[in-house]
């Protein structure tokens, strides 16, 4: 299988701050991949590097087959990105804001009008083609963003964090828009996120980062079938000892992986079924009240606690007080 995207090796420094560590992964031709990883993890340097905008410190990477140190003009010339920060202009329609960036890209008359008619077509916005962008909800700019970063009929799409900041049904949809085109117009994506669920679904391969260092790789049905057993989420009345449930859970044989978030503790068994008479008992045992106790299959959560000895959560609030103390 050809690869649109190959990362060797990459190292980034920023003084003291080593943001990437020697990141290397490669994503096949026509699919969804997933750059998954906390805050701070190194995943914007890592789209800044493949998308021309940054070099690395040391290390090399090929987008489209295309060298982005050697030849970042033709690496832009076949990708298209859409970045956190939207690049609409507020003050002008969606279909004034896409037929500039065909004329950008070279587009005139009639080749212009007709794709910028597909691309509101292929996202719903035939009927808001003549609102101001400002007057559009989050769903419809950020959909938008990602049309205007497709005009030029891209190769490999990038998308920093698609669905930061959208209200869920926003996101959902921006999901199911995601995943038909990456079926229908024949696209790479390469997505970043922090939102586990969200890689879950929609990624067919991803790699998890950690401190700008690659520590799982795999689809998401791969890593969660690494993990033996299910994931038992026990849920403490409010007047429980947390430290006491805690203790009891960890008193059991066969738990692992024991997180605690809020009032919620959460475990690895091999059976999940069995073990959740003998946790009520334990914990009953220790006068631990409980509100509500789920079996599941583990998670990308699970994962990343396995490969990474932390939680996803508290991961990401470790990094957001590291930026607050520089
Ligand atoms: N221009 C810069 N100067 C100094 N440090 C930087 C710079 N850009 C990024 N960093 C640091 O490099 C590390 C990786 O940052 P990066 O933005 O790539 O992470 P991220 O995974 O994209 O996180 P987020 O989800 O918060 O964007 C962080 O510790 C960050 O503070």
Do not use: C
């Amino acid at each position: 299988m050809t690869h649109a995207i190959e990362a060797m090796d990459l190292v980034k420094k920023y003084g003291q701050v080593t943001a990437l560590d020697g990141l290397s992964f490669t994503v096949p031709a026509g699919t969804v991949f997933g750059l998954l990883g906390p805050n701070g993890a190194g995943k914007s340097t890592t789209i800044r590097i493949l998308t021309t905008l940054s070099t690395p410190t040391s290390g090399t990477a090929t987008v489209a087959g295309i060298d982005v140190l050697g030849h970042p003009n033709e690496v832009r010339r076949a990708i298209g990105v859409v970045t956190q920060a939207s690049g609409t202009d507020p003050q002008a329609t969606g279909r004034e804001n896409l037929l500039l960036v065909a004329q950008i890209h070279g587009m005139r008359g009639r080749a212009a009008k007709s794709r910028v008619d597909e691309l509101l077509a292929l996202f719903g916005l035939t009927d808001a083609a003549n609102r101001l962008a400002k007057q559009y909800s989050g769903g419809m700019q950020r959909k938008l963003d990602v049309a205007m970063g497709l005009v030029h009929r891209p190769s490999v799409l990038f998308l920093d964090e698609p669905t930061t900041g959208l209200d869920p049904q926003a996101r959902s949809e921006m999901w199911a828009e995601i995943a038909r085109l990456a079926r229908h117009e024949r696209l790479t994506i390469l997505l970043t996120t922090h939102y586990l669920e969200e890689a879950d679904h929609l990624a067919d391969h991803l790699v998890i980062v950690d401190r700008g260092r690659l520590v799982a790789q795999g689809s998401p049905e791969e890593l969660k079938s690494e993990l033996r057993g299910d994931a038992v989420v026990i849920d403490l009345s409010p007047d429980a000892s947390v430290d006491a449930a805690r203790t009891a859970i960890e008193g059991m044989a066969g738990t692992r992986e024991i997180t605690v978030s809020g009032r919620s503790i959460r475990t690895r068994v091999d059976h999940g079924a069995s073990a959740v008479p003998a946790a009520l008992a334990a914990l009953e045992r220790s006068s631990v009240p409980v509100a509500a106790v789920t079996v599941a299959r583990p998670a990308l959560d699970d994962v990343y606690l396995r490969y990474t000895g932390r939680t996803f959560a508290s991961a990401d609030a470790a990094q957001e007080k590291v930026e607050a103390a520089r």
